[in-house]
């Protein structure tokens, strides 16, 4: 069975940068699409950015050009570095496999 943990979140204030990580494991890792949701409080889980087996990436227009996601199949692991971070992005942020699989989520805390 495959599990998800992440790791990362924190309180970081606004205009600074985290890095969120998720390992996967089991080996289907390399051939799954990886995402990243959020939700904040009161809110729904919203699709932040999806990466594909191969690479290709999308991003949530509230995030284009601020947030990259990125994998590295060798290590089961996918990546969200978050740059010039906002209020607004303080979520609990989850890490999905394949549209299936969900780890516990990291919360992400932006001082203003």
């Known amino acids: 069975q495959v599990q998800l943990v992440e790791s990362g979140g924190g309180l970081v204030q606004a205009g600074g940068s985290l890095r969120l990580s998720c390992a996967a494991s089991?080996?289907?890792?390399?051939?799954?699409?990886m995402a990243w949701y959020r939700q904040a409080a009161g809110n729904e889980r919203e699709l932040v950015a999806h990466i594909t087996s191969g690479g290709t990436t999308n991003y949530a227009d509230s995030v284009k050009g601020r947030f990259t996601i990125s994998r590295d199949n060798a290590k089961n692991t996918v990546y969200l570095q978050m740059n010039s971070l906002k209020p607004e992005d303080a979520a609990v942020y989850y890490c999905?496999?394949?549209?299936?699989?969900w780890g516990q989520g990291t919360l992400v805390t932006v001082s203003s």
């Open positions: 999905n496999l394949g549209g299936v699989v």
């Open positions: 089991g080996s289907i890792f390399s051939i799954r699409a």
